[in-house]
Structure formats: structure tokens, C-alpha cells
């Protein structure tokens, strides 16, 4: 497979992931609606970030597919960090389980961490742009705990 086939699979998965999802709850986003803590940023910038967070997320994988350093552990942790990512947003907007969303994202941050050392083991710059990622995630955790606390 030509290495512009092999990117742009890698970066489909995730962009796909992140529209289906947000085709998933497109209706139950009550992010304006909510008491939100200070730094929160205005709704219109998430699906900004996600989607320059899901082409990176894309791109790193590329990197190690193109390359031949996919294995069964790159793999594993790379679909399970999608899958709690995509579960996220379900349980936090569609659910309304803030709680249960919180844990889903603690998660997350772990499998992002835990994703970042793999694919770094493999290749430098696959993990390294994982990590906008990280601080993203971790940066939504605060907002996940306190739109939790305060809106109980």
C-alpha cells in the first residue's frame, strides 16, 4: 500500500470516529446549558480542537504503520484509547452520567499516557504528537470534574 494510503486510512479512523460520535449526540449537547468552571472555553472551539487532536492522532499512527512498527500492542492500545474516547462523549452528553463520564476520562488520560510511551518506544515523533492529545484530555478532566460538581 502507497504511504499516502496508509496516512490516509490512518487519519479516517479517528475523523470518522469523531463525526459518528458527534452525529451520535448531536442533539443532547447541553454544554451552554451547564455551569461551567473558570477556563472553560466557548463551545465552538471544541470541534476545532478535535479535529486537530483526531488528523494528529491519525498522522502518529500513520507514522508507525508506514514505517512497519505496528504490532499487537500498538494496536490494542491505540483502539482501546479510541474506544473510551468515542464512550466519552456519549456518557457525558448523551447519558448525562457526568460521573461515569469522569471515570471514562481518567481512563482515557491513563491509555492516552500509557498510548504516548508506546508509540514513542517505537518512533519519537509518532509519540511526541500524541501529546496535544494528553493535555487536551486531561485539560477536559477538570472540566468533566467541576461541570460535574457544580452542576449536581
Do not use: C, H
Request: charged share 10%.
Amino acid at each position: 500500500m502507497s504511504k499516502f494510503k496508509i496516512y490516509a486510512n490512518a487519519i479516517a479512523i479517528p475523523v470518522l470516529v469523531g463525526l459518528v460520535v458527534a452525529f451520535v449526540i448531536s442533539g443532547s449537547i447541553d454544554y451552554e446549558t451547564l455551569e461551567k468552571p473558570l477556563l472553560s472555553p466557548p463551545s465552538i472551539l471544541f470541534p476545532i480542537v478535535w479535529t486537530i487532536l483526531y488528523i494528529l492522532m491519525g498522522v502518529s499512527y500513520g507514522i508507525l504503520d508506514a514505517n512497519n512498527l505496528i504490532d499487537d500492542n500498538i494496536n490494542s492500545i491505540y483502539f482501546l484509547q479510541l474506544f473510551f474516547n468515542a464512550l466519552w462523549p456519549i456518557a457525558f452528553f448523551l447519558l448525562k452520567l457526568r460521573l461515569f463520564a469522569l471515570i471514562l476520562i481518567v481512563i482515557l488520560v491513563i491509555l492516552i499516557a500509557i498510548m504516548i510511551k508506546e508509540f514513542y518506544d517505537k518512533n519519537k515523533i509518532s509519540g511526541l504528537l500524541q501529546i496535544p492529545y494528553l493535555l487536551w484530555t486531561i485539560f477536559a478532566t477538570y472540566l468533566n470534574l467541576f461541570v460535574y460538581i457544580l452542576n449536581r
